[in-house]
Nanobody
């Protein structure tokens, strides 16, 4: 069973930076996709960034150029560097892992709050 634990959320002023970390336990593979979703109050959960097993990255349009996703397979971790934060980035950020093995199960972390003051 895979477990994901996020850290690094908090309160930051607009224009500031935060780095989210997600540590996985259990059996994972470098070919698994890992990434981050976020959910703002009253809104649906949206995909922020994903890094595939082949290290291909994709980002939500509104965070391109400001956020960067990376992974360390040896540490079983994925990171989200968030720069130039805006109040519209306020949300709970969730780490996820999608297994490349059938049945392609998705695992979720518990979430970490990011708050940006204007």
């Amino acid at each position: 069973q895979v477990q994901l634990v996020e850290s690094g959320g908090g309160l930051v002023q607009a224009g500031g930076s935060l780095r989210l970390s997600c540590a996985a336990s259990g059996i994972i593979f470098s070919r698994d996709d890992m990434g981050w979703y976020r959910q703002a109050p009253g809104k649906q959960r949206e995909l922020v960034a994903v890094i595939s097993g082949g290290d291909t990255t994709n980002y939500l349009d509104s965070v391109k150029g400001r956020f960067g996703i990376s992974r360390d397979n040896a540490k079983k971790a994925v990171y989200l560097q968030m720069n130039s934060l805006k109040p519209e980035d306020i949300a709970v950020y969730y780490c996820y892992l999608k297994s490349f093995l059938f049945p392609y199960k998705t695992y979720w972390g518990q979430g970490t709050q990011v708050t940006v003051s204007s």
